[in-house]
């Protein structure tokens, strides 16, 4: 599974800091698939941190980088939640839009505390929700994707032919 992390990190790093569409970026997809595979719940909550501190020091620091940090650890948990059913096309889906979603709740909640340009009452928040759905649409897009790129690769190819990788 270490091959997988690096692979993981780099890949993940690599399509963060080329040009792409906002929010289109496999981290949500790597923290749910870690959670549900890798034997070390250490290593699922810090291959996304490492995949996104990597890229965020490329692209640049922010202040809402402990939020989303936090995010990805807590999807990571989710994936650990997922671990008997990670081979459900159902529950996998399922998970990865809740990722998305927990994703946009928290990351634009903390925009709109954090920030200064929306107001601070419901209006000012919901305003900053409205302004972030099209970012959450590429959210769901790529969490799609790339979890069934990387659940659907691992359990159909992988996991059947390399035997060490069976040991979860």
Not at 73 to 85: D, H, P, S, W, Y
Request: contains cysteine; positive net charge.
């Amino acid at each position: 599974m270490n091959w997988l992390a690096f692979l993981f990190v780099a890949a993940g790093v690599l399509l963060r800091v080329i040009p792409h569409p906002w929010n289109f970026a496999p981290v949500g997809a790597i923290a749910l698939f870690g959670g549900a595979h890798f034997e070390r719940k250490w290593m699922a909550i810090a291959i996304p941190l490492a995949t996104m501190f990597i890229g965020d020091c490329f692209i640049g620091l922010h202040s809402l980088m402990p939020v989303i940090y936090a995010t990805y650890a807590l999807i990571a948990v989710l994936g650990m939640l997922l671990r008997e059913k990670r081979t459900s096309f159902a529950f996998v889906g399922g998970a990865s839009l809740l990722s998305s979603t927990i994703f946009y709740l928290t990351t634009n909640f903390a925009m709109w505390q954090m920030g200064t340009t929306y107001a601070h009452d419901a209006a000012g928040l919901l305003q900053c929700y409205v302004a972030a759905i099209p970012y959450f649409g590429n959210t769901i897009a790529s969490d799609l994707l790339f979890t069934g790129i990387f659940f659907s690769v691992y359990g159909g190819l992988i996991a059947h032919r390399l035997p060490a990788a069976q040991r979860h």
